[in-house]
């Protein structure tokens, strides 16, 4: 068995303790929390897999890489402190441990990555013989391997569009969706997420990775950006207020450019209620959100994507198939060399061990 530790609890890591219990390869031998409330409970309680799993959660990192553990699923956030998610990855690397992680986006592809952070792993590689292997879903697998995949069905390929069509107000990260996307800010305030060179930074690499794989030379990586007011004051059930007139959805592209137009696109058009943009792209069913890929060409092929997880919850089934590309990944990276992977490199492989008797209800013969 893999010993595998989740560090972190939150979104990411909730569904990381049950996709690691799941696991017929894979053994939960500690999980790391920072929030002291959460010290000594059980990892069953925190990622409510509705069993105890006999393993207590805690806050003594150094105790935990001192075991030595096979392989690691970083699940703390990246996105307000990317350098002490690098460190934290790094000291785990050096440990000797396989690192599957959704926290730092420049290392989705990171051939690309900037060159201090990417020295920083591979110092650590070298030191410890530990390997990575970072994704998601959008950045991810939702513009990576599925667009590509998809590809391989047509004739010929015109454009090839992924896109994340979302109502925030689902996405239990309230500081995230104030703050870093700006809704319910003034229309003149400035998102973080989507200022200039942002974009390009999280998404540009998923955009490189797929013209690689498809043979194509980029011209550049170019952005668009829309932004809409809300008509009227909306209450949210997780969030609270959003007010009239401040920011109540976003729409932006990240264009890879080949031989002067747009031809591999990265769009998301991101609400906090639906009746804001309504003219913009929705979900195919009317839902709360989807990922959805469009191959224009010949023949046209669409494809949507809507997981659910945690009571009905899209935001958090996107997490979980994050997660599962991710935990299932952690076998194949053991039994190869130690490297930066990329998604190009690590296989999507079936579940093979997981349709159990517990899937499905039998029935009788």
Known sequence: MITTVVWGTGNVGRAAIRAVDAHPALQLSAVIVHNPDKV???????GDVGRDLGVAATSDIDTVLASKP????????????PDDALADIVAAIRAGAVVVTTSLYPLYD????????????????DEGGGSLFAS???PGWGNDVLPLLLSGLATTVDVIRCQEIFDYSTYDQPDSVRWLV???QPMDYAPPMVAPGIPSMVWGGQVRLMARALG???DEIRETLLRRPLETTVTTATMGDFEEGTQGALRFEVQGIVDGEPRIVIEHVTRIHPSC?????????GGAGAHRVIIEGRPR?????EATDEGGNRSAGGNATAVGRLVGAIDWLVENEPAMYDALDVPIRPAVGKLTATTFERTPA
Not at 40 to 46: E, I
Not at 112 to 118: C, T, V
Not at 277 to 283: H, I, K, L, N, R
């Open 301 to 305: 092929i669409e494809v949507s994507i």
């Open 136 to 138: 998601g879903i959008d």
């Open 277 to 285: 943009a309504p003219d913009w792209p929705t979900p195919a069913d």
């Open 182 to 184: 700006g809704m319910g």
């Open 216 to 218: 194509v030379e980029l």
């Open 70 to 81: 096979d392989a690691v699923v970083y699940a703390a956030s990246g996105d307000i402190r």
């Open 40 to 46: 000594g409970r059980d990892a069953g309680d925190l």
């Open 110 to 125: 990171h051939r690309s990555a900037p060159a201090e952070m990417r020295q920083a792993i591979q110092d650590a590689i």
